[in-house]
């Protein structure tokens, strides 16, 4: 967490993201459905919005300043790629910043299961179109 929140704390970002994909990640830890998703989903921000983010990371911290401007709505799967619109468009200074990533215990509820990889893949597509046509 310190290699996160170092940018924020010295007032270099004010949103700091872990990215699996930049960092070292053992073989077979993203699941291959998770990362399609990941990078459909970046390529999609970056043909709207500009902006080139490399992961969805699950790593993250942010400012509080910048926590208040993003105004944050989603409670559920669209909560990551709304963070990361919203901070383009409301110009936030934004570091992306390499993470090791390990093999999780367990299987996880999203990438680990069909029905939660379609209802998270659906809601960040949605995601994606709400916050570009606002």
Known sequence: MSLLVAP????????????RMAGGRGTGVIPAQ???????????????HGFRYSDLGPFRAVSARGLR?????????GWTIEMQIKAVKRGLRIMELPVSYRSRIGCSKISGTLWGSVRAGYKILYTIARLSLS
Do not use: K, P, Q
Not at 8 to 19: C, H, N, P, Q, T
Not at 69 to 77: C, H
């Open 34 to 48: 998770a990362r399609f998703g990941n990078r459909l989903a970046c390529a999609l921000m970056h043909c709207i």
């Open 69 to 77: 401007a993003l105004d944050m709505r989603d409670t559920n799967y």
């Open 8 to 19: 924020i704390l010295e007032g270099r970002a004010d949103l700091v993201i872990g990215s």
